[in-house]
């Protein structure tokens, strides 16, 4: 079983950036992969990034390659997402969520805990 809780979410400007940190309880926090997905107000969840349960591979959604970087530290049992050059449609809740096998997944289905989410809102 592992508890995961958002924080880092806010308010930011245009351009501006923001650090999300994911922090896990439980000891398996290391052997799990992990993933941020995002849902705005009407419109389904979807997929950002994901990390190995090593750390030494990511995998992200076109939509923000380039601009977000997934990260963790299993010394801690947290994870992180960065974002950077932030635009008004990243805007949404977002959630961290673990997947005990660690495919690097962008199928929110086989992420089997979430945390309950940080709400982030860029204005133009």
């Known amino acids: 079983q592992v508890q995961l809780v958002e924080s880092g979410g806010g308010l930011v400007q245009a351009g501006g950036s923001l650090r999300l940190s994911c922090a896990a309880s439980?000891?398996?926090?290391?052997?799990?992969?992990m993933g941020w997905f995002r849902q705005a107000p009407g419109k389904e969840r979807e997929f950002v990034a994901a990390?190995?349960?090593?750390?030494?591979?990511?995998y992200y959604a076109d939509s923000v390659k380039g601009r977000f970087t997934i990260s963790r530290d299993n010394t801690k049992n947290t994870m992180y997402l960065q974002m950077n050059s932030l635009k008004p449609e990243d805007t949404a809740a977002y959630y961290c969520?673990?997947?005990?096998?660690?495919?690097?997944?962008?199928?929110?289905?086989?992420?089997?805990?979430w945390g309950q989410g940080t709400q982030v809102t860029v204005s133009s």
């Open positions: 969520a673990a997947d005990p096998n660690s495919l690097m997944t962008r199928v929110a289905g086989f992420y089997a805990y």
């Open positions: 439980g000891r398996t926090f290391s052997s799990y992969g």
């Open positions: 990390i190995s349960w090593s750390g030494g591979s990511t």
